[in-house]
């Protein structure tokens, strides 16, 4: 059962912040938008039970009360690492590997089976074909009773050997891609708090503009009521107004989904309430040496580490193949007691000792080695890309976080820049030396840069989560967030 490379799952999510911040400014006229946390893929191993989709998954906890719970960050993330779909499955996946391991650790192992017999028989002669004159033609009843275990051992197994050996290898691998299921938890469950959060801001930010929007319409209004301002300047500030209010709408719409699929990732009722407690965080981070940090990913990653315990499960299994010519060594025994009745019984022993070696089973023995030798190749080149895809993703992390710690940057200043120049059209405006389409322009410039700002902190946090992930570190996220 390979396991697949997890690396793309970052790839995956610094693709739908980028996606989402590209909607979100190509939008900035008609609404802010923010990628929706169902739409985040997830990588997890091919042959685990779980899904690309089950990390957005939970099983609820408890039941949804009328009072309203502070949700922080750290206790999204203790309810996701209990409560979350995939954790439990990859759990699962585990105590099956466990299983096949001590199914193949019992090969080697001598088994003794007891068995308790008592038998009645009563003999027709005749129908068998027995008349013999002055012979009885039914004989009995009479009966035995038997007390017998049975031993057997193949005492020389190299093929179950290398199979118990690859079960070991398979058991580690599983237990490796548990515990790498836990740093995907906190990745899935880090961005939909952020996101959630991102929302938040996003609805703050509009409501703003909706109360500034109204005050310019309100001096429109009264601008052409009392004669200084034409109908065009009322009918423009009334639709830049109610084109905020649906903005709005939308934005109080995606933030209510965004919670919904933030309770399903950690197992929280849905009919829950909520606040989230912790606001979006941002600290610069530090320059890190790159060759230091590749190494530290190397070290540290699980899944990598689940590669190579696979790679060695298919090693064994493909000298178990050769191991199939290699003749095999066995021996049974049995020994009860046996008699009319327990009392009379009187003890006896069989034990017989077994070489088994194939001599016609080239074509087969040939076909095994093959097949698993493919097996081998194909894992190999499994671990060879999970290796170059570890380099991949701390180095997209990278890249990412200071890009979007430029964006950050800009984005403040772009937000100062606009409310300032707000200011003055509305100035101009109420001292009748402009009309209110600089007004509308200058409101629609602020709400672009607001998304733009929201946008790229949400990405710069991600950003970093990501690193931390792909550092195999995330559970470390704090000090990542915090800048690190």
Not at 35 to 44: C, E, G, K, M, R
Not at 58 to 65: E, L
Not at 387 to 416: F, P
């Amino acid at each position: 059962m390979p396991y697949a490379s997890l690396g793309s799952l970052f790839l995956a999510l610094g693709l739908t912040a980028t996606a989402g911040t590209a909607r979100l400014n190509a939008q900035a006229q008609t609404g802010p938008a923010l990628p929706s946390a169902q739409t985040i893929q997830t990588s997890v191993p091919s042959a685990a039970p779980s899904t690309a989709s089950s990390f957005q998954g939970s099983v609820p906890v408890g039941q949804a009360t009328d009072q309203t719970i502070d949700l922080t960050l750290d206790d999204a993330m203790q309810r996701g690492l209990k409560n979350n779909l995939g954790v439990i499955l990859s759990g699962q996946q585990t105590a099956g590997a466990r299983a096949e391991r001590l199914s193949a650790l019992q090969a080697l192992l001598p088994t003794i089976d007891a068995n308790l017999k008592a038998s009645v028989q009563q003999v027709d002669l005749a129908a068998l074909g027995l008349r013999v004159p002055g012979f009885p033609t039914v004989v009995g009843p009479f009966g035995y009773e038997d007390l017998r275990a049975y031993f057997q051992w193949s005492i020389v197994d190299v093929k179950s050997l290398r199979s118990y050996l690859a079960s070991k290898h398979n058991f580690s691998a599983a237990q490796l891609t548990a515990d790498d299921a836990r740093q995907m938890v906190i990745l899935t469950v880090g961005n939909a708090y952020l996101l959630a959060l991102a929302d938040e801001s996003q609805v703050q930010s509009v409501e703003a503009q909706v109360n500034t929007a109204k005050v310019a319409l309100d001096q429109a209004v009264a601008s052409h009521q009392a004669g200084t301002a034409p109908l065009i300047d009322e009918l423009r500030a009334r639709v830049a107004y109610q084109t905020l209010e649906q903005q709005l709408i939308v934005a109080q719409n995606r933030l209510d989904k965004d919670r919904i699929a933030l309770a399903r990732t950690i197992g929280l009722p849905l009919a829950q309430k909520f606040n989230l407690a912790d606001k979006a965080p941002y600290a610069a981070f530090d320059q890190v040496d790159l060759e230091s940090t590749l190494k530290q990913a190397h070290l540290n990653r699980k899944d990598l580490q689940a590669q190579v315990e696979q790679t060695k499960a298919a090693e064994e299994q493909r000298k178990g193949a050769t191991a199939e010519r290699f003749p095999k060594v066995m021996t049974n025994v049995d020994y009860g007691l046996i008699g009319v009745n327990f009392g009379s019984s009187h003890g006896t022993i069989d034990a017989t000792g077994a070489v088994s070696v194939p001599v016609f089973k080239e074509f087969g023995l040939r076909g095994e080695a093959e097949q698993a030798q493919a097996q081998l190749d194909t894992q190999r080149a499994h671990q060879s890309d999970a290796s170059a895809q570890v380099d991949a993703d701390v180095r997209d992390a990278l890249l990412d976080i200071q890009a979007a710690q430029r964006q950050v940057e800009v984005a403040r200043s772009s937000v100062d820049l606009a409310n300032e120049a707000l200011s003055q059209a509305q100035q101009r405006y109420v001292a009748g030396v402009d009309n209110n389409l600089a007004v509308t322009q200058a409101q629609q410039s602020v709400a672009q840069a607001n998304d733009q700002l929201v946008s790229s902190l949400y990405r710069h946090n991600i950003a970093k989560l990501s690193l931390a992930r792909s550092l195999g570190a995330a559970e470390n996220y704090k000090s990542y967030l915090g800048g690190k």
